[in-house]
Each structure stands twice: as structure tokens, then as C-alpha cells.
């Protein structure tokens, strides 16, 4: 390859490189947060929910640093209320379960000393799957990742509200 060929995929790259960076791009999972949520503390009831789980991971993506107290925190997230619910939406005619349904909603608020960057916001994530007692434990399983989906989703929507700010 020549010089010259060089040079121009060089500068093909670069120009590329400089589209995707004007128009907003960015990676996926990698919200840019504001200087405010450089230091974040989550406050939780069960910081091991799904939800908590991967908020906080994709805090740590973004940059933002996780603090261990409130007090040395730049800004407070407070997940007021993180439920998963199942219920069965339709039976068979001898009356056993033959779809069921996720929901998972959440409320959270964010503050920065007194002063509250974001009102107390409410998500929710509805999923169906079938279900059949013959698999019993399959389709534990199943409802078991597609809960950790539905968190990772609202984790990702809260996200984009907390890079708005």
C-alpha cells in the first residue's frame, strides 16, 4: 500500500471518527453524567435487588465514582421502592397456569444536599412468558433472567434521566 493510500484511510478514519463524535454518539451503556454525579451514593433498602445491582454498574461505566456514605457523595440516588411481581394472565381449562407476567417497577429520586435534581420518577417493565408445570424448573430459571432483564432495562432508562440533568 502507498504512502498516499495510507494517508488517506488515515484521514477517512479521522473524519469518521470526528461525524460519530458530532452527532452524539457514544457507547452503548455509557451515558456522559453531569459534573454533579461525579460522586454518587445509592441508597437503598436491599442494594442487592437487580435494579441497584445494575445501576450502580452503570454508574461505574459512565465515570461517576460510588461513595460508601451518603455524606461524601457529590449527589444521593434513593430507590424508594424496587418490586418485581408475577402474575398469571391466563389458565387452561382445568384451570392451570399457561402464561404468566413480569413486572418490575421502580422509584427513585436524586438529590445533591438539600436540593433535589430530579423529583421522585416511577419505571415499570411489563414481560409475559408461557409457562408449563412440566418444566418447573426451567421456567424458573427463565423468570429469573427475564426479571434481571427488565432491571438492567429501567437501570438504563433511569440512566439516560440521570445524564439529562
Known amino acids: 500500500m502507498s504512502a498516499r493510500a495510507a494517508g488517506l484511510r488515515a484521514g477517512l ?36 435487588t ?3 445491582v ?6 461505574l461505566a459512565s465515570g461517576a465514582r460510588l461513595a460508601r456514605e451518603a455524606q461524601d ?16 394472565v391466563s389458565v387452561s381449562a382445568s384451570n392451570a397456569p399457561v402464561a404468566s407476567e413480569i413486572r418490575y417497577s421502580v422509584r427513585f429520586t436524586v438529590s445533591a444536599g438539600e436540593r433535589e435534581l430530579l423529583p421522585p420518577q416511577t419505571l415499570a417493565a411489563t414481560q409475559a412468558f408461557s409457562f408449563d408445570e412440566r418444566l418447573l424448573l426451567a421456567k424458573e430459571n427463565e ?16 440512566m439516560r434521566r440521570l445524564s439529562s440533568l
Request: charged share 20%; hydrophobic share 45%; with cysteine.
Open 13 to 48: 478514519a479521522a473524519s469518521a471518527g470526528v461525524l460519530l463524535g458530532a452527532c452524539g454518539f457514544h457507547l452503548q451503556g455509557r451515558e456522559p453524567l453531569p459534573p454533579v454525579l461525579a460522586t454518587v451514593y445509592v441508597e437503598t433498602e436491599n442494594p442487592q
Open 50 to 52: 437487580d435494579f441497584a
Open 54 to 59: 445494575h445501576l450502580r454498574k452503570s454508574l
Open 73 to 88: 457523595a457529590s449527589a444521593v440516588v434513593r430507590i424508594l421502592d424496587d418490586t418485581a411481581t408475577r402474575s398469571v
Open 143 to 158: 423468570e429469573d433472567i427475564l426479571r434481571e432483564a427488565l432491571a438492567r432495562d429501567l437501570a438504563s432508562v433511569a
